[in-house]
């Protein structure tokens, strides 16, 4: 009787222990999980309920304590939390999608051939495109019109440099836009040669023909968001900060995201326009578990590769060319001054040593008492030695290694050897800052952030040049790279207590990677790939159709 009544007791002891466990969503386990946390320590296993992080551990532990609904045996593969993109331009990702590709050219000839093909497929009535730098053709100039002119002599066409600042347009579009050899340019160029347009048009006159530009429908809109969101949950991205948006397109976006038919995360910063500064400084920032709006994106200059960036001296392959802000140093400081008396951000581009001195010093003045407010240079490329000291964790580089592995061709030629060593200067921005955003600028490179981490890294491009790397003593480490598209990321965006790190109470948003990033050898890392990417618990992408 005695045994009878002890076998009862371990049973029912047995099942109280199962029954009391606690409940979760998704248990995965036998993984190597980069948690990012304080330790940068390393797990096999975590649990996920309602689309958060609940624990993370060992799988024995984790399969003791929880009942969950899936589990998910990862293999052994490595795990790390949801990669963040810093800086890029989402929407435009989707609208290019939309239009003539020209990434990748390899002369003029080509473009036209791409264009040709495309109006042949699509017979539109304004041709827009983008993707095309001079810098990457035998004849590293920029191009004219006059082919466009013959081959669509009623039909506008316009197509945007890589880099986003300048656009070649034929006559067609240059009319529709009423631009003629006289219309003034102010913040960029309108460039005229012996009395005529060529077509170029530089950072600000480019507004004209954008704006000439049919306005897409609601239809396009979506399909362009969702596109975007496709290509990037593919690569593990599940934040993207988005460089730049209109009210309209921001309000779209958080109507499909709380409809949900749109998953991503977007860190939106506000388009300096005084339309949506006037709607937006006034308020509280909107935040909702996908959307974000508290900051304001202002360009204090164009691109290196157009020779739009400022410089404080000229351009080493163009005597007395200085490249040129976009705005005042007084509208700039105004608007500093306006957007630091809301609780909004402000994140400005600057490429050239003489805008980000312009920044940085602006930023100093407002900030030194301000608390905690995180503004960001946004690319932070050239950097007078003397500068790099305004940088901290309340003025943040934010930078995109893949722009130092693209430019890497040209850029001495632009700044000199000198100036050079001031340029993508990454590791020495982190030692100053002690925190450091990587990102993209996608579609101006490619989306895959494993081209990010590459380049970080090695200081390379893929095919291995330079063999000794792009000034090496520039280089993050692996865990610098990760950190930087992860929790340093997060902190940028005021979003490191729910996103950036595999920590319990977190958003679970994670990706699995078919080869482990952290060991590899470096020339394999620009072919990875994402097995899975998950966001909230819920996968968005897997490899395995």
């Given amino acids: 009787m005695t045994k009878k009544i002890l076998f009862l007791l371990l049973t029912c002891g047995m099942f109280f222990a199962c029954d009391n466990k606690e409940e979760a969503d998704l248990l995965v386990i036998n993984a190597k999980v980069y948690t990012v946390d304080k330790e940068f320590s390393i797990a096999e296993a975590f649990a996920v309920k309602d689309g958060k992080f609940i624990a993370v551990g060992t799988a024995q532990e984790l399969q003791e304590k929880f009942n969950a609904a899936e589990v998910l045996d990862a293999g052994g593969k490595s795990v790390l939390p949801g990669l963040i993109d810093a800086h890029a331009?989402?929407?435009?990702?989707?609208?290019?999608m939309q239009a003539v590709d020209l990434t990748g050219t390899t002369s003029f000839k080509e473009v036209v051939n791409r264009i040709t093909e495309f109006q042949k497929e699509k017979n539109t009535d304004f041709v827009v495109g983008r993707g095309w730098d001079q810098n990457d053709w035998e004849v590293k100039e920029?191009?004219?019109?006059?082919?466009?002119?013959?081959?669509?002599?009623?039909?506008?066409?316009?197509?945007?440099?890589?880099?986003?600042?300048?656009?070649?347009?034929?006559?067609?579009?240059?009319?529709?836009?009423?631009?003629t050899a006289e219309t003034p340019a102010e913040g960029g160029e309108i460039e005229v040669k012996d009395g005529k347009l060529t077509g170029i048009l530089i950072d600000n006159p480019m507004a004209l023909v954008e704006n000439a530009v049919p306005k897409t429908s609601i239809q396009d809109q979506v399909a362009a968001l969702q596109d975007a969101q496709k290509e990037v949950f593919q690569y593990g991205l599940t934040t993207v900060n988005d460089a730049g948006l209109d009210r309209e397109t921001i309000e779209l976006i958080d109507s499909l995201q709380q409809a949900g038919a749109l998953d991503v995360r977007i860190y939106?910063?506000?388009?300096?326009?005084?339309?949506?500064?006037?709607?937006?400084?006034?308020?509280?920032p909107l935040k909702t578990d996908k959307l974000n709006v508290r900051s304001v994106k202002f360009y204090a200059d164009g691109a290196l590769g157009s020779r739009g960036a400022a410089l404080k001296e000229s351009y080493s392959d163009k005597h007395d060319h200085y490249g040129a802000l976009l705005s005042s140093v007084a509208d700039f400081k105004a608007t500093a001054a306006r957007i630091a008396n809301s609780p909004y951000q402000m994140n400005t581009h600057a490429i050239g040593d003489s805008a980000n001195v312009v920044v940085l010093r602006t930023y100093d003045s407002l900030l030194a008492e301000a608390g905690d407010r995180r503004w960001k240079v946004e690319h932070s490329q050239v950097i007078a030695p003397e500068d790099v000291r305004y940088f901290s964790k309340n003025i943040i580089p934010s930078v995109q290694p893949t722009h130092a592995t693209s430019d890497m061709y040209w850029a001495q030629q632009r700044l000199g050897a000198e100036r050079e060593k001031g340029a993508y200067a990454y590791k020495k921005l982190?030692?100053?800052?002690g925190i450091i955003a990587l990102g993209t600028d996608?579609?101006?490179?490619?989306?895959?952030?494993?081209?990010?981490?590459?380049?970080?890294?090695?200081?390379?491009?893929?095919?291995?040049?330079?063999?000794?790397?792009?000034?090496?003593?520039?280089?993050?480490?692996?865990?610098?790279?990760?950190?930087?598209?992860?929790?340093?990321?997060?902190?940028?965006?005021?979003?490191?207590?729910?996103?950036?790190?595999?920590?319990?109470?977190?958003?679970?948003d994670f990706v699995i990677l078919d080869k482990n990033i952290m060991e590899i050898p470096e020339t394999e890392i620009p072919n990875l790939k994402a097995n899975a990417t998950y966001l909230g618990g819920k996968r968005v992408y897997s490899s395995v159709k």
Avoid: C
């Fill in 89 to 96: 331009h989402f929407y435009g990702l989707g609208t290019n």
């Fill in 142 to 179: 920029f191009p004219v019109k006059d082919t466009l002119d013959l081959l669509f002599p009623n039909t506008p066409v316009a197509i945007t440099r890589i880099d986003g600042h300048a656009i070649l347009a034929n006559q067609a579009a240059l009319d529709a836009a009423g631009i």
């Fill in 268 to 284: 939106a910063m506000i388009s300096n326009t005084k339309e949506n500064l006037d709607y937006y400084l006034p308020k509280q």
């Fill in 430 to 433: 982190l030692e100053e800052a």
């Fill in 442 to 508: 996608f579609p101006v490179e490619k989306v895959s952030p494993f081209l990010t981490f590459y380049a970080a890294i090695s200081r390379k491009d893929v095919e291995n040049y330079p063999a000794e790397g792009y000034y090496m003593e520039q280089a993050l480490s692996r865990e610098e790279a990760l950190k930087g598209m992860t929790i340093w990321a997060a902190y940028s965006n005021f979003e490191e207590q729910e996103k950036g790190s595999i920590e319990a109470g977190k958003f679970a």
